[in-house]
Structures are given as C-alpha cells and as structure tokens.
C-alpha cells in the first residue's frame, strides 16, 4: 500500500460509513464532515469507488461530503432487476439523495441547499438526475465527459476498450473476470490517463487503480455500466439543466479535450468553466487542492 499524500488532511475530517437499500441495491456510502454542515453529494466515474473522491474531499473541510460506491462497485451491490444503464443509475441517485437525508428540510432549503458533484462517468449520471428532476442548489462536473467517448484524441484508445470489454462478455466468467482484473491491463490505463511527473504522485495513483480499479463482483453490472459509460455524455441532459453548473475540466484530458468543453458550457442555462492546466482526466488524484479551490469560489464567492 501506497501513502497517500493526502492523508493527514483526510483524517482531520470525521467520517462515518453507512448503508442502505436504494433502488435495488444495497449501498454503502461514506459521510465526511460536519453532519450539521452545507452539504455536497459527490458521484464517482466508472470503475472507481469512494475512495477516487477522498482527496477532493480532503481539500473540502467544513462540508458534509456524502460519497456512495456506484451500484456494482466497491462496497455497493448491482441492482437487483434491470440493467445497468443510465436511467438505472439517474433513478438511483435520486433515491440516494432522499436516503442520504439531502432532499429534507434545512438540508434541502437551507442558505446553500445541497450540491450535486459528479466526476468522470459520474459527470453523466449526475447530469441526467438534475435533467429529469433531482433538484440541487449547484451541480459541479469535474473532468466531465462533454463529448462521444468514440471521437477525439483518444477514439483508437476508446475502441480497443470496447473490444476489451466485448470480449470479457464473451468468455466464460471465469476467464472474463480474469481480463477484466488483469494488473497490466490496468496498469496500461493508469500510465495512459496520469500527467504528474512526481514519482510519489504516479506511485500512488497506480496503486490507487491496482486496489480499488477492479473491486467488483458482478461482472455483468461492469460490462453494462461500461456501455452506459459510451454511449452517453453530458451533452444530452445540458440543455434541461437550469440550476447553476460549474465545469472543472483539464488542460490535457484525453477522454473529452478542452475543446469540446468549451463547446459543451454554452448548452447549459448558467454555467462556468473552470480549466486546470497540466492535468488530465485524474484531476481528482493530481490536483484536488486546486479543484476543491475553484469549487468553493463557485459555492461561497467571495466568502470562499
């Protein structure tokens, strides 16, 4: 096990596990913080788990940080009836936040209300809740996923992915979950999406990935969420989104480039870009002092 460069900020925030059955599936999620404090529901990207998020939340002290593990993922189990698709998940969510508690009085009407911060595939989903209904104060899309994933610098990439994920639905399960798990495909991805020159940082992050990256035990719920993860992006729920929207994207993103994020923030009624340079799509990992910075701008103002 890595340390984390992290830590001594993350245990100075209290946190307090808990669970529930929401929409099929028995959750787990995580509460950071304050239990009395603004509140932010934070949505994790594919094949993650909470533990993507710790260091956004690290940087964010004197919020109540609500981070689940996606149904399929980490401690959370696949939904019980229905694929994983989408809607599956946009439902969910709105069913989280209700058993979350932020949807409830003060937390919902209060000064600030709750936020809504979706990351990577969790850009997507938290994106198509708000658009069929889910009412945060503010939703925040950190390295959101604003274009086809099968175009841009990284459509080669992104095809041999979906071969990888095709043929792990086409092997006997034994097999499929061995390619899905193995530690050099993994490791792959991981030297693909890091930008950081530190070696302590790309340390990290490669065991983060090694850890967390294959901590599933259905492979069906993989392989759907993996379609989901594709066939959809964040510019299909932006024009029914009304409430204020902050997009931290990367300089170097390699998933969605900064091009079409400049192309995606004019479909929303209100919403503002905030770019990180040198970073990729692991601004969660590289730079979270700076994300949770340009968060807190764009939730206090000039408070912040």
Same mark, same amino acid.
């Given at each position: ?88 998940? *946009? ?5 989280? /936040?209700? #058993?979350?508690?932020?949807?409830? @009085?003060? $937390?919902?009407?209060?000064? =600030? %209300? ?46 041999? *992915? ?5 043929? /792990?639905? #086409?092997?006997?399960?034994?097999? @499929?979950? $061995?390619?899905?798990?193995? =530690? %050099? ?63 931290? $994207? ?55």
């Amino acid at each position: 096990m890595i340390a984390s460069p992290y830590a001594d900020d993350l245990a100075r925030i209290p946190v307090r596990e808990r669970r529930a059955h929401v929409h099929g599936s028995d959750t787990a999620w995580w509460e950071y913080g304050d239990p009395g404090a603004p509140a932010i529901v934070m949505v994790h990207g594919f094949r993650g788990d909470h533990h993507g998020l710790e260091p956004i939340v690290a940087k964010l002290p004197g919020y109540r940080l609500i981070v689940p593990d996606l149904p399929g993922f980490g401690e959370s189990s696949p939904f019980a009836e229905g694929p994983h698709d989408i809607d599956a998940y *946009a439902a969910w969510l709105g069913e989280f /936040a209700e #058993a979350a508690g932020v949807t409830d @009085g003060a $937390a919902a009407d209060g000064p =600030r %209300g709750w936020v809504l911060l979706g990351h990577s595939f969790g850009s997507i989903i938290t994106s198509a809740a708000v658009a069929r209904g889910l009412a945060p104060r503010e939703l925040v899309l950190v390295n959101p996923i604003g274009a086809p994933a099968l175009e841009g610098p990284r459509a080669i990439m992104t095809r041999l *992915a979906v071969a990888y994920y095709r043929i /792990a639905a #086409a092997l006997p399960e034994r097999l @499929g979950f $061995a390619l899905l798990r193995n =530690r %050099g495909i993994v490791r792959v991805m991981s030297v693909t999406m890091a930008k950081t020159e530190e070696p302590a940082l790309r340390r990290f992050i490669h065991d983060q990935h090694d850890r967390y990256f294959s901590a599933f035990g259905d492979r069906d719920a993989v392989l759907e969420a993996f379609e989901a993860s594709v066939s959809h992006d964040v510019r299909e729920y932006a024009p029914a989104i009304h409430v204020p929207v902050l997009l931290v $994207a990367a300089e170097r993103d390699d998933v969605t480039p900064l091009a079409a994020q400049h192309r995606l923030r004019p479909l929303f009624d209100d919403a503002e870009l905030a770019v990180i340079p040198g970073v990729g799509h692991l601004i969660h990992y590289e730079t979270p002092a700076e994300a949770a910075g340009r968060i807190r701008e764009f939730l206090e103002g000039d408070a912040a």
